[in-house]
């Protein structure tokens, strides 16, 4: 049973990272012809902001290692710190070394971004989603 529950966490993280690509594609697009470089640039930088704390979380709770030990209260707690803390330093390293050219564009990202975990209940497989 906790084989089958692993296999659908994996499953879950694989298909909401590739949604949280899908939604920095479709930004880039979008930003492109109204803001040239200058706001496809301020789109990937804000998306990274958001998707480099969140592949850490993922990583810091070891989801996708082949031998799963059990993770408790407190790895959770330490996942979420960090990813937190990463968030914080890529926010301010963003605005001292590569400002944006667009902040509209730069926060629209980050924003698109972590709230694509709202799509969670479709993105989960082999659950019924009244």
Not at 14 to 34: H, K, N, S, T
Request: aromatic share 14%; charged share 10%; glycine share 6%.
């Amino acid at each position: 049973m906790q084989r089958i529950e692993t296999q659908r966490q994996r499953a879950y993280f694989a298909r909401l990272i590739c949604a949280q690509f899908v939604v920095m594609l479709l930004g880039v697009l979008l930003a492109y012809p109204v803001a040239q470089m200058a706001g496809a640039l301020s789109v990937i930088t804000g998306a990274l902001v958001a998707l480099l704390p969140h592949a850490f979380f993922v990583q810091r709770l070891g989801i996708f290692r082949n031998t799963r030990r059990v993770s408790g209260a407190m790895d959770l707690f330490r996942a979420e710190a960090g990813k937190f803390g990463l968030t914080v330093a890529l926010f301010a390293l963003v605005f001292v070394v590569v400002p944006p050219s667009n902040p509209a564009f730069f926060f629209s990202a980050y924003v698109a971004i972590v709230l694509t975990h709202w799509l969670a209940p479709w993105l989960m497989p082999g659950k019924s989603h009244n």
